[in-house]
């Protein structure tokens, strides 16, 4: 519900989720690097700096004093603060603009006054990004409390799962995609041509997902460890995953490689993946990590990744599954001597069945 705090226009979290509107977070850029609202813009009231000399002020001079910079920062940025919003509001007229800064106070309370007194549309939001991760925690404890059951799909490195859980999500399936959200493959090398995201930020879009399936009779998800990248999985996201019918697909080395190969783009990121393979080369044997440098040496990507997964990804993966998997509920598919045309109906048929024998029978 849209409310008034002094005639001031406002709105709640719900409902701003709801109204699928513009937001402006105005808070300075070290804090919406953080954690911010997906699709929101950043236009801050204070630089870092700014911010910093403020709140010392604050503290070791007076409030008053800190007000009276702020307000004379703010003023000289008012023409940059009014074409950026035209620019915005130009561009979605059709939508409400929402302005947030930490707590919903004084940096989102003045933006919006600025804006109302030129006469241009703008709703604060009630306590600002701090309402907003009460609400994720309310509602990840929510689903930590609701039953949920899951079919796993696990496999090797490369044999394409984040792949065809996209295409099985495309044909309606309940896909919930870990990596996606977390922006990272969860490997020493998921990180490579992505932009990881935060633990808040992870954690926002985890509740949005969830929102989206709760009505769902289970949820598909791909085999992965606690941690994917620099974002921690939820305690009790863990317990469904090593709950769930487990489907291990398997694939042959060379189509393996071949995906790896154009999917990661070593030729374009070969720093990084020279950097991520210094953290792992202590873990090979020393003619492997001989093999594994000179193939890299030579930009011969094929055959390091070959190395890789043979030496170090297969072994690690087999090791790992033996700990968490739970063989009654585990289920083999190879695609191994599948065309690729194949693949998915079969990936289609095993999920099927595995859903009417463990979770709807």
């Known amino acids: 519900m849209n409310r008034l705090d002094n005639g001031m226009p406002q709105i709640s979290l719900p409902d701003l989720v709801k109204d699928e509107a513009i937001v402006i977070d105005v808070r300075s850029p070290s804090e919406f690097a953080e954690f911010h609202l997906p699709g929101s813009v950043n236009i801050p009231l204070f630089d870092d700096e700014e911010r910093k000399m403020i709140g010392t002020m604050y503290k070791q001079v007076s409030p008053e004093e800190a007000k009276r910079e702020g307000m004379r920062i703010f003023s000289q940025k008012l023409p940059t603060f009014y074409e950026q919003w035209l620019e915005i509001h130009d561009g979605a007229r059709d939508k409400d603009i929402v302005v947030t800064c930490a707590r919903g106070g004084m940096r989102s309370g003045s933006f919006v006054s600025m804006m109302s007194a030129l006469d241009l549309p703008a709703k604060k939001l009630i306590g600002g990004m701090r309402s907003v991760r009460s609400y994720i925690r309310e509602e990840l404890d929510r689903f930590a409390q609701t039953p949920m059951q899951a079919i796993v799909l696990g496999g090797n490195t490369g044999t394409r799962k984040t792949v065809w859980l996209h295409e099985l999500e495309r044909e309606g399936y309940p896909v919930l995609d870990l990596e996606g959200l977390a922006g990272h493959r969860g490997s020493v090398f998921g990180h490579i041509g992505l932009e990881q995201r935060s633990q808040k930020e992870f954690e926002f879009l985890l509740v949005q997902a969830l929102q989206r399936l709760e ?89 390091l990744t070959r190395i890789l997964l043979e030496d170090y990804y297969d072994p690690m993966y087999t090791y790992k599954q033996h700990r968490y998997v739970d063989m009654e509920k585990k289920k083999d598919l190879s695609f191994v001597a599948h065309k690729e045309e194949e693949i998915l109906p079969a990936l289609k048929k095993e999920i099927d069945e595995a859903y009417h024998a463990f979770i709807k029978g």
Do not use: C, M
Request: cysteine-free.
């Open 215 to 303: 009505n769902k009779e289970y949820v598909l998800i791909e085999a992965e460890s606690k941690r994917i990248g620099k974002v921690v999985l939820p305690e009790w996201l863990q317990d469904v995953k090593e709950n769930g019918v487990f489907i291990e697909i398997d694939d042959r080395i060379e189509r393996r490689v071949s995906y790896l190969v154009e999917e990661y783009q070593p030729e374009v990121h070969h720093d990084s993946v020279a950097e991520a393979l210094s953290k792992i080369t202590k873990r090979l044997a020393d003619d492997v990590k001989q093999e594994a440098q000179h193939a890299l040496e030579q930009k011969d990507y094929a055959t």
